[in-house]
Every structure is written in C-alpha cells, then in structure tokens.
C-alpha cells in the first residue's frame, strides 16, 4: 500500500518562508505527475503545484511565483518551498499524484498569521 507522509508545516509570519517534504513510499514519485494540495477551513481541497515525471510545473495562479516544486527521485520526495506566504496560504497542505491518486496522508498545518 502507498503511503505519502507530509512534514514542514508550522506557523509563520506573513512573508515568510517554509519547505514542505512529502516522502512516498514505493516508485510513485518517479512515474507518476505529483502534486501540492492544500485545503482550508470550509472549502474544498484544491491542486497548487504539479511536477509530471520530466520534470513539468505548473501553478495556480494564486501561488504563481511564490511556491516551488520540486522532486528528489532518489529519495522518493516531493517538496514544495513557500515563499513570500501570506495569510491566505493557511490551510492543510498534502501531497500526492494527480492523474492517479492514492490514499491521502494526514497532511501538514500551514498557519500564516502576524
């Protein structure tokens, strides 16, 4: 069974930076397009970044510029750096595949507040 296990998650001032890591078990993070999910109190979890296996990214456009995907084959990683974060940022962040999904893991807290 796949497991995805997210970390880096904490409470920053606004305009901060955090790193997020979400290591998964298995070849996924190798074959498979990876994503960035974040889902805030009362709405929908909704898809930030994306990295496909040749190394494709795309955004939303409320991270655009601001998040950074990434992905470490060798240690079937995938991360995500925020930067420039903003109080809107806060919300449960989680990894895991796009076109294909796998059972979600407990995700990582992201509080922006001053």
């Known amino acids: 069974q796949v497991q995805l296990v997210e970390s880096g998650g904490g409470l920053v001032q606004p305009g901060g930076s955090l790193r997020l890591s979400c290591v998964a078990s298995?070849?996924?993070?190798?074959?498979?397009?990876m994503g960035w999910y974040r889902q805030a109190p009362g709405k929908e979890r909704e898809l930030v970044a994306r990295?496909?296996?040749?190394?494709?990214?795309n955004y939303d456009d409320s991270v655009k510029g601001r998040f950074t995907i990434s992905r470490d084959r060798a240690k079937s990683t995938v991360i995500l750096q925020m930067d420039s974060l903003k109080p809107e940022d806060t919300a449960v962040y989680y990894c895991?595949?796009?076109?294909?999904?796998?059972?979600w893991g407990q995700g990582t807290q992201v509080t922006v507040s001053s």
């Open positions: 895991n595949g796009v076109s294909k999904k796998f059972a």
């Open positions: 990295i496909t296996p040749a190394s494709s990214r």
């Open positions: 298995g070849t996924i993070v190798m074959f498979n397009d």
